[in-house]
């Protein structure tokens, strides 16, 4: 068997990592044949939760999970990792401003960089899904400039998992049949899923969704509406934000990240964007991207119609205005 890989998981004692951990502690990521040491990482208020969660994971006696490390020191979570899921981060509470929670974000991400760029390996992959996951992924990407920052993402794998459910349900086919439906930009309401270049496999054959469902008024209406505020919908029903489908999500996003996507298929991903499709360069904006060598590759050259261009032009507006936010703090500090 392989030497275990080190693996951190910070909001630890949080909602989304009690289901993620057992995700990856059960192989579902790295792999049945990997050996894992698991980092729980949180702050001093949850080592009493913390312990519960560690006291569990022996109890699930899983073969892969040699070793678990909990701790309240970010040198000590990110030593040596070779995968960083970036759970935690500061709620937004009750007549919180937004710049208030940027700004509360944006130091424990600085310290999450610095951190990452002292001790984790040269090659860690980093998953950042604590909210506003594109701009913490970029603040901690700044301050960790050892770490190439392809290293670094932001998830909208769940946005995406809600989409190509959303159009799976409308033609009552399983999930596995539908494929390359993409989210556009930033983890938020004004994200663009769009299903113009989905595929659905149909009587064997691969078909484009938008034949197939021949309703562009729902692509461009319902889908993009029910997809933008799935989460709030969630929240609506079970009083707390999504954490059983934001686990599975971060669980797919690595795992194509480390293993790779199937020829002709594409998945979508928060990376530093290069200028595509007339974002803004050096703001994580979510593309399709394919993955091979544990490497991603913005899919270039896809058709968007001037409905989408509007669409993708609003998401990148605010993702800047968020960069700019960002950095006024940092300047400030
Ligand atoms: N990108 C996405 O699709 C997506 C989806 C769902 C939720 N989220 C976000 O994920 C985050 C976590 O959600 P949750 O439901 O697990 O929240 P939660 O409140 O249940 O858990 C968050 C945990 O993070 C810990 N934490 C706070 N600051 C920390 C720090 N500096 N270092 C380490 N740990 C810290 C808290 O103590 C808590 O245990 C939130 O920001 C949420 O908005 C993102």
Redesign the pocket.
């Known amino acids: 068997m392989a030497e275990p890989i080190r693996v951190v998981v910070?909001?630890?004692?949080?909602?989304?990592?009690y289901s993620l951990l057992y995700m990856i502690a059960r192989g579902e990521v790295f792999g049945k044949d990997q050996p894992l040491i698991l980092h729980l990482?949180?702050?001093p208020?949850?080592v009493g939760?913390l312990e519960g969660v560690v006291m569990e994971l022996s109890d699930c006696a899983l073969p892969l999970l040699r070793k678990v490390v909990p701790t309240?020191d970010?040198l000590v979570g990110f030593k040596d990792v070779s995968a960083a899921f970036l759970?935690?981060?500061?709620?937004?509470k009750e007549g919180m401003e937004r710049k208030d929670l940027l700004s509360a974000n944006v130091k424990?991400f600085k310290?999450?960089g610095e951190a990452l760029d002292k001790v984790a390996k040269k090659d860690v992959k980093v998953l950042?899904?604590?909210?506003p996951?594109n701009t913490n992924a970029l603040v901690c990407a700044n301050y960790a400039p050892s770490i190439p920052r392809e290293n670094f993402s932001?998830?909208?794998?769940?946005?995406q998992n809600r989409a190509s459910s959303q159009i799976a349900n409308k033609l009552g086919v399983p999930i596995t049949h539908v494929s390359n439906i993409i989210i556009w930009g930033n983890?938020s309401s004004t994200q663009y899923p769009d299903a113009s270049q989905g595929k659905v496999l149909i009587n064997n054959e691969w078909k484009s969704v938008a034949d197939a469902l021949g309703d562009n008024a729902y692509l461009e209406g319902q889908f993009i509406d029910t997809v933008q505020k799935r989460?709030a919908a969630v929240i609506a029903a079970r009083k707390?934000?999504?954490?059983m489908s934001?686990a599975k999500?971060a669980c797919d996003h690595m795992h194509d990240w480390w293993n790779g996507t199937a020829p002709g298929k594409f998945v979508s991903m928060g990376v530093f964007s290069d200028g595509s499709y007339n974002s803004p360069k050096d703001v994580v904006f979510s593309f399709p991207v394919e993955i091979k060598n544990k490497q991603w590759k913005i899919v270039e050259n896809l058709s968007v119609s001037s409905f989408g261009q509007t669409k993708l032009d609003l998401t990148a507006k605010e993702l800047q205005e968020e960069k700019n936010e960002a950095l006024s703090v940092l300047d400030s500090n």
């Open positions: 910070t909001g630890a004692a949080g909602q989304i990592a990482l949180d702050i208020p949850m939760v309240t970010p759970v935690g981060a500061m709620p937004r424990i310290v999450q950042v899904v604590g909210n996951a932001a998830m909208t794998r769940l946005d983890h989460g707390m934000s999504s954490a934001a999500a």
